[in-house]
């Protein structure tokens, strides 16, 4: 069973920055699909940014311009760079991959394989 560790995550005030990665174990995840989830108290998860191959990417609108997500395969590493951080970003933040497809779109049940997830607070 593939595992996804996460980390990166912390507090920072409104307008800093965080990296976050997720390792995933076992082997490359080439030709599947990789997202960042985050998830506040009594909300559903949202999808944050989504990564299929480098130059397919879909975001939130809410982090548009702001987020980055990327994926090194030769670390089998996925990252969500955040920039210009707001409190309404403050989150656990989660990573997820499918297994044996590629998907595309914004369903968290679609993701089979979760991480333990790391939280994210930003302060005003």
């Known amino acids: 069973q593939v595992q996804l560790v996460e980390s990166g995550g912390g507090s920072v005030q409104t307008g800093g920055s965080l990296r976050l990665s997720c390792a995933a174990s076992?082997?490359?995840?080439?030709?599947?699909?990789m997202a960042w989830f985050r998830q506040v108290a009594r909300k559903g998860r949202e999808i944050v940014a989504l990564?299929?191959?480098?130059?397919?990417?879909m975001y939130a609108d809410s982090v548009k311009g702001r987020f980055t997500v990327s994926k090194d395969n030769t670390k089998n590493t996925l990252y969500l760079r955040m920039d210009n951080l707001k409190p309404e970003d403050t989150a656990i933040y989660s990573c997820?991959?499918?297994?044996?497809?590629?998907?595309?779109?914004?369903?968290?049940?679609?993701?089979?394989?979760w991480g333990q997830g790391t939280q994210v607070t930003v302060s005003s």
């Open positions: 997820a991959a499918t297994e044996g497809r590629r998907y595309w779109g914004r369903d968290d049940q679609a993701f089979p394989i």
């Open positions: 076992k082997y490359p995840y080439t030709a599947y699909s």
């Open positions: 990564f299929m191959t480098p130059a397919a990417t």
